[in-house]
């Protein structure tokens, strides 16, 4: 059974930065993309980011396109999300996610699920 570990989150001020780390154990995630997703409080949860298999393909929510960057250790097996230029509406809980590329483009749900880290950007 795969297993998603987030971390890295925490309170930053506006314009700071966070790296999440997205760890995984179980298997390999060699052959899957890796997704991270959003909840903000009383909204609905929103995909952020996706990096496919490889890596070679990425994609990015337009609310945070430029200031996030998607990266992955496959020696690792670990997924990061570069997090810069913080804001306020970035405030949620952020997860991470394991399935298909073509799925997470298409809206659909992703197979594996971690329980999330907190961040918070507030003065």
């Known amino acids: 059974q795969l297993q998603l570990v987030e971390s890295g989150g925490g309170l930053v001020q506006p314009g700071g930065s966070l790296r999440l780390s997205c760890a995984a154990s179980?298997?390999?995630?060699?052959?899957?993309?890796i997704a991270w997703f959003r909840q903000a409080p009383g909204k609905e949860r929103e995909g952020v980011s996706c990096?496919?298999?490889?890596?070679?393909?990425?994609n990015y929510a337009d609310s945070v396109e430029g200031r996030f960057t998607i990266s992955r250790d496959n020696t690792k097996n670990t997924v990061y999300l570069q997090m810069n230029s913080l804001k306020p509406e970035d405030t949620g809980v952020y997860y991470c996610?394991?399935?298909?590329?073509?799925?997470?483009?298409?809206?659909?749900?992703?197979?594996?699920w971690g329980k999330g880290t907190l961040v918070i950007v507030s003065s």
């Open positions: 996610a394991a399935g298909s590329y073509a799925d997470y483009l298409g809206g659909d749900g992703m197979t594996y």
């Open positions: 179980g298997f390999t995630v060699d052959y899957l993309a």
């Open positions: 990096i496919s298999s490889t890596g070679g393909s990425t």
